[in-house]
């Protein structure tokens, strides 16, 4: 029971940590799929979530690969654009610089 209730609070930590991190740029999803293979090792219900997101990555994966080069790039140029986003808002709501004017003064 004791080694139940700690993969427990391992998984949940590493979860929560995980989908905390989603926003930025990095490794969120590797961490919540961490703590979900953590999960799995005693509870069925995180089995049974693990494969069902590894499905639906893996079909998402495979589509892109399928499509041609300019859906590939439009893909990856909006999730630039979004992660350039998140950070963008981060810092200028963290610490109250605002990059894009900061370049702009930097280039002339």
Known sequence: MTLRIVIGVVGAALVITGLIMVPF????WLVVFAGLAVLAT???????LLA?????????TGWLK?????????ASA???????????????LTFGVDLIQEARELLG
Do not use: M
């Not at 740029?25 to 969120?28: A, E, S, T, W």
């Not at 005693?42 to 049974?48: G, K, Q």
């Open 42 to 48: 005693e509870f069925t219900w995180a089995s049974r």
């Open 78 to 92: 909006l999730t630039l654009l979004c992660a350039g986003a998140i950070i963008w808002v981060s810092v200028r």
């Open 25 to 28: 740029p990095g490794p969120g």
């Open 52 to 60: 069902f997101a590894k499905d639906k990555v893996r079909a998402a």
């Open 66 to 74: 399928r499509q041609n080069w300019f859906v590939r790039i439009v």
